[in-house]
């Protein structure tokens, strides 16, 4: 079946550097990726999604990739603070469904 | 607007048991759909619905039924739960005009 593999599971980075998290699909015809943080005990909640017509997109700190060849998009966090700290999720939406397939997740911890 | 709500916030059953869970939306979206989160899993999608009247199913499906007489609502039936339908169960909603999905609270289930 079609899958998303998210790396790594954990992450520890101290407060100001970068992090990033990379996601590989599987359904080439994948369209749409978005990215949601989740904190202890919270909903998920969408951070920054990106379309398969385009390759990167950011706001402010955080900036999402996408090599649709390589079927693989990423995560950027720049200028991390404590407040970063939550699992993060990626997820790809099948071409002409509306079913989502999401990654296992992230733990990004920031250390200050 | 309420956004997604989903009742009951957590729940306790014995196996064998059967319960509905709640979701309802009022942002008046086409699209809902329930999922299960277990540790280290991720989002597991189980059963979608593209309007009223509409359902299929997810990765997911065994062990619970949905139906969609309204865009509002979203029931999840649990039939006869087992101790591995422990979970934390989010629904989410979406319009059809847009991908972005807005997530429930979720509801915590525990299966003795």
């Known amino acids: 079946g079609e899958n998303v593999e998210q790396h790594p599971s954990t992450l520890s980075v101290q407060e100001g550097d970068s992090a990033v998290i990379k996601c590989t699909y599987s359904d080439s015809a994948s369209n749409y990726f978005p990215w949601y943080k989740q904190e202890l005990g919270k909903r998920p909640q969408l951070i920054i999604d990106?379309?398969?017509?385009?390759g990167e997109k950011k706001d402010q700190r955080i900036a999402v990739t996408l090599n649709k060849t390589a079927k693989h998009f990423s995560l950027h966090i720049t200028e991390t603070q404590p407040e970063d700290s939550a699992v993060y999720f990626c997820?790809?939406?099948?071409?002409?469904?509306?079913?989502?397939?999401f990654g296992t997740g992230t733990r990004l911890k920031v250390l200050a | 607007n309420a956004g997604v709500t989903q009742t009951p916030k957590f729940q306790v059953l014995k196996t064998g048991q059967s319960m509905t869970l709640q979701c309802a939306q009022d942002?008046?979206?086409?699209?809902m759909s329930w999922y299960r989160q277990d540790p280290g899993m991720g989002l597991r999608l189980i059963h979608y619905s593209v309007g009223a009247g509409i359902t299929d199913q997810g990765e997911v499906p065994n062990g619970y039924n949905v139906s969609r007489s309204t865009t509002e609502d979203f029931p999840l039936r649990l039939l006869s739960a087992a101790p591995s339908q422990t979970s934390v169960y989010f629904c989410?909603?979406?319009?059809?005009?847009?991908?972005?999905?807005?997530f429930g609270p979720g509801t915590r289930l525990l299966v003795l």
């Open positions: 942002m008046n979206h086409e699209y």
């Open positions: 990106i379309r398969s017509n385009v």
């Open positions: 989410a909603s979406s319009s059809r005009d847009s991908e972005t999905q807005y």
């Open positions: 997820a790809a939406l099948l071409s002409g469904t509306y079913k989502y397939i």
